[in-house]
């Protein structure tokens, strides 16, 4: 089971790795590509420095690739242009290309899977409402610090800012970005966890196994 899982983590960083390098060749705006990608890249690199000392579940890895994905997606077009955002507007007769309410569900859809997983794995505190808690608590965090480090690069490159930010004239922006962050995060609570706890459970089973 450790090589299917490790083969399983290593397929995953190798589509997120192409997916990097594709979204990097002639993006739209190479600062909001860098701006953009940025989480992705770093979140990749620590996934892959942490995985023999503190392997995650496959979903964990799972969601964190999907989310790795997105960002780069947006990184090449810039939120407000990407293709299959357009499609979606068009389509449904929307105002504008939603794709940066997509990116914000899984801002987080994602980090509560893996916010899950450490609290359950490095505290006492187990499943309950109180994780349920907590793990909202952090992906609105999360999504609180984003909107302030948008806010950051706004105030620096006012040339940069609206590809970054990709508001699209829209004024409540950043609350319904923190909105669909709590609604993805509140997803993954409802449909995930049972999953999740027999992954959970088996890894700790292996790492039982595994040890001298």
Not at 82 to 101: C, I, L, M, T
Not at 192 to 208: E, F, G, K, M, V
Request: glycine letters at 6%; aromatic letters at 12%; charged letters at 15%.
């Amino acid at each position: 089971m450790i090589a299917s899982d490790a083969a399983f983590r290593a397929w995953l960083a190798t589509i997120v790795l192409a997916v990097l390098l594709w979204s990097g060749v002639a993006p739209h705006d190479r600062l909001t590509w860098v701006l953009e990608t940025m989480p992705a890249m770093v979140g990749l690199v620590v996934l892959l420095a942490t995985t023999r000392r503190f392997p995650l579940t496959r979903l964990a890895w799972l969601v964190a690739a999907i989310h790795m994905v997105i960002l780069c997606v947006g990184g090449r077009y810039t939120y407000a242009l990407v293709p299959a955002g357009e499609w979606v507007r068009e389509w449904f007769e929307q105002s504008r290309n939603n794709y940066d309410k997509l990116g914000h569900f899984w801002q987080g859809f994602g980090p509560a899977i893996l916010a899950r997983e450490l609290i359950v794995r490095t505290s006492p505190l187990k499943q309950g409402g109180w994780l349920a808690f907590l793990v909202l608590c952090f992906a609105l965090a999360l999504s609180a610090v984003y909107e302030l480090i948008e806010w950051a690069a706004a105030l620096v490159s006012s040339e940069a800012a609206e590809a970054f930010l990709g508001t699209q004239g829209y004024a409540w922006d950043t609350q319904s970005d923190m909105l669909w962050c709590a609604i993805g995060a509140g997803t993954a609570l409802i449909l995930l966890p049972r999953l999740h706890d027999r992954q959970l459970a088996r890894l700790a089973h292996t790492s039982r196994m595994a040890a001298p």
